[in-house]
């Protein structure tokens, strides 16, 4: 018996199946290489149209390997379209060590190399919902993580929305985000206290819009609310001044709590003249108010649906950092303007980090220091997000 599986070349056809698998002696599977998915595009289970977007096989480490799959199901009634869902799951199994079976077969014994692979555990890494009827459309998800940061410190967490539209009636969207983690070293004994060591955190943010607005002052309406609360956990939101866009970072930091509160407003009965986001966010660490932070952002001819349409588009930032035992009191932020009135009138600042931009303000205020500088970006300072990250504003 060789001390090594023979090279067989093989070939196998499964219809309405297409595939193929990536080997290297030195690196194992190839994941770039290694796929699977039905031959068309969709397959039929009870009536329903089921599609296996992804498959692969890739190392879990050790002798796991992990093969992985991502489902769809649409739904359907005649040509209405219902709605579907998906799911992404690895199948994690440990494969028999060669050595010990090509030592079992020199000793005359029988074995199954398909018997030896052990099925370890099946592990969800997202699962994504949405459903559209006349009066009501709903989409959500939930992701599941489990990272490891450069020092090997364990980041696990849950990370879930659903975004419900109401179309009857005067038109109400209402979104719900919802995040659970730990993080830390998993202590070793039964019983134990949470601590900077491991700790458990979350956040909860609602928000709703309501598309006709509710009269507040004259010519101005409410069009929507937002609210966060959280623990253990800070929000590093999008920096517009840097080039960032979408939704905020979340970081786990142990002892604090932050408060999110903002509104939606804008012209009546049109929210497309003008409409505006103003958000207040506070956060606590170990009792005491750590930093304050004021969001606006205002939109001139684009309606709240399609904001990126506005004529006149401005961000503004202001954060004001509380006094402890490693800085004194200051404050900062930045009012970034962009203007497209085309082709009458287009903002074409050299460094920019908005599109058509025309106006970029920095300014500072500390114990001794203070500055405003007006024009393209190139002063640096200090951001404080929580109560220890920091970023630099600038370039």
Known sequence: MPDALPYLPAAVQIPGITFSIGYDSNEGILD?????????????????A??????GLSSAGGNEVAALFDVSIQLSEGEEDLGGAGVQFRIISELPDLQEILAVRRAGQAVSLIKSIKLKRLVFDSIGINAHTGAVDIDGYIVFFNETNDVGVR????????????????????????????YGTVPTTETFTFNESFYPYWYVEGQIIISQGIPIATGIGLYGL???????????????????FGPPTFVPDYGTVQLKFGVTFGTLPDAEPFNADFIFTGVINSGGLDLITIT???????????????????????TLLMPNA?????????????????????????????????????????EDTWFFYMGKPRMEYTRWIGSKGKRIIGS
């Open 32 to 48: 770039e290489f290694t796929h699977i998915a039905f031959a068309s595009a969709q397959k039929n289970i009870s009536g329903f």
């Open 50 to 55: 089921i599609s296996l977007d992804e498959f």
């Open 155 to 182: 980041n696990k967490y849950i990370k879930g929305e659903v975004h419900v539209v109401v179309n009857a009636g005067v038109g109400v969207e209402g979104r719900l985000m919802l995040l659970f983690g730990t």
């Open 226 to 244: 937002i609210g966060g609360v959280g623990k253990n956990v800070s929000q590093q939101p999008a920096n517009p001044a840097l080039g960032e």
């Open 296 to 318: 606006g952002n205002g939109y001139v001819m684009a309606p709240i649906a399609d904001r990126e349409s506005a004529k006149v588009t401005i961000m503004s930032d202001l």
């Open 326 to 366: 490693s800085r004194s009191f200051s404050m900062q932020g930045f009012i970034l303007v962009a203007v497209n009135v085309d082709p009458i009138l287009r903002g074409n600042m050299d460094g920019g980090t908005l599109t058509n931009q025309m106006v970029r303000a920095d300014f500072y205020a500390g």
